[in-house]
């Protein structure tokens, strides 16, 4: 599975838009991208996968670049609850849904008033 | 309802004694998994099954087990011989192919003194 790269850290405040990068520089022909959203002492929620350009749904949008070595979660006018840890996950989706995940240490994001 | 289920919410164990973790899904999944969150850190795998009487170990196999007799059902046992198990125990379950979509439980905290 390709590594990821993404910042430990980041805040914000209700109604911005957040945009959360990560970095994959050895991303693989086949992999997709795929971002969880992770409240404390709950499991990770799936937010959105992509393979390439634009993603969208009504929760967030994903942005791929021509050469997919990095992508770009965008959370629209958060709110308070969007705080939370968000994980950028990369890998072939067709080698298994019974294939690992691995989950990185994440963003935090705080959204304060 | 359809969802995973994992049981007990909170579990308290004195050491030296194996502990058995529940995990339920009716989503019709083939693919299940274990991973263990410690805190402040992402989640660590340390089994998956792709199909019924099949399972493979993750990153962090050592000091669990696990069995796969039914679809619905992939029970963790936490052995005397794990040296750190007081964690947060997440389960999860996916379609086999074709997503990165994995759904999580609720979790068990599971506290050994």
């Known amino acids: 599975l390709a590594k990821t790269t993404q910042p430990i850290s980041m805040d914000s405040y209700e109604g911005q838009e957040v945009n959360i990068t990560c970095s994959h520089n050895?991303?693989?022909?086949?992999?997709?991208i795929t971002w969880y959203q992770q409240f404390p002492s709950q499991g990770p929620r799936f937010i959105i996968q992509g393979y390439k350009t634009k993603v969208t749904n009504e929760v967030a949008s994903l942005f791929i670049p021509a050469d997919r070595k990095s992508s770009t979660l965008s959370l629209p006018r958060v709110s308070l609850s969007d705080t939370a840890v968000y994980y950028c996950?990369?890998?072939?989706?067709?080698?298994?849904?019974?294939?690992?995940?691995?989950f990185g240490t994440g963003t935090q994001l705080k959204v304060e008033l | 309802d359809g969802g995973i289920t994992q049981s007990p919410k909170y579990l308290f164990r004195k050491e030296g004694q194996n502990v058995t973790l529940s995990c339920e899904q009716n989503l019709n999944h083939d693919a299940m998994y274990w991973y263990r969150q410690d805190p402040g850190q992402g989640l660590r795998l340390i089994y998956y099954?792709?199909?019924?009487?099949?399972?493979q170990k993750g990153d962090i196999a050592e000091g669990y087990s696990v069995s796969r007799e039914k679809k619905e059902s992939f029970p963790l046992t936490v052995t005397s011989a794990q040296k750190n198990p007081t964690a947060f125990y997440l389960c999860?379950?996916?379609?086999?192919?074709?997503?990165?979509?994995?759904?999580f439980g609720p979790g068990t905290r599971l506290t050994v003194t």
């Open positions: 050895n991303i693989a022909t086949n992999d997709y």
């Open positions: 999860a379950s996916s379609a086999r192919q074709g997503s990165y979509e994995q759904y």
């Open positions: 996950l990369v890998g072939d989706i067709f080698t298994g849904g019974g294939n690992k995940l691995t």
């Open positions: 099954s792709q199909i019924v009487n099949d399972f």
